[in-house]
């Protein structure tokens, strides 16, 4: 671990992962005598974003996407449904025309051919 010294008074040290430490220093004077070796404890906690409440917020906004893509998805197929069965309403009323018409034609056809054949063979 490389340390770097920036700012008097003042000691970077890099990449450190979240745990317990211990920082032990010793100091020297001008004159060569050395201090007792002081102990310092210290904590480093994981940043905020790996903390127990960013993973509750994280799981939360999953399952609120989920959510919101299952309505999103469902909406667009009612309305899908709802389009096909006005398609469905429309081709159906159409067939229908054309049957009634069909049927209407083939019954004047018969009445004539009826008539028609009264006439030729009577």
């Not at 060569?32 to 480093?44: C, L, P, V």
């Not at 309505?71 to 709802?82: A, E, G, P, S, V």
């Not at 398609?87 to 049957?99: D, G, H, R, V």
């Amino acid at each position: 671990m490389r340390l770097q010294k920036r700012v008097p008074n003042l000691l970077i040290i890099p990449h450190v992962s979240n745990r317990s430490y211990f920082f032990m220093v010793k100091a020297r004077n001008v004159f060569k005598i050395e201090s007792t070796i002081a102990k310092f404890q210290f904590q480093i906690l994981a940043p905020w974003y790996r903390s127990l409440l960013a993973y509750i917020i994280y799981l939360i906004l999953l399952v609120l996407s989920i959510i919101s893509i299952v309505n999103i998805y469902t909406r667009k197929l009612k309305r899908d449904k709802i389009k096909l069965e006005k398609i469905i309403l429309s081709t159906t009323m159409e067939i229908q025309t054309k049957n009634r018409s069909f049927a209407q034609f083939t019954f004047s056809r018969n009445n004539t051919s009826t008539v028609l054949n009264y006439f030729i063979y009577d």
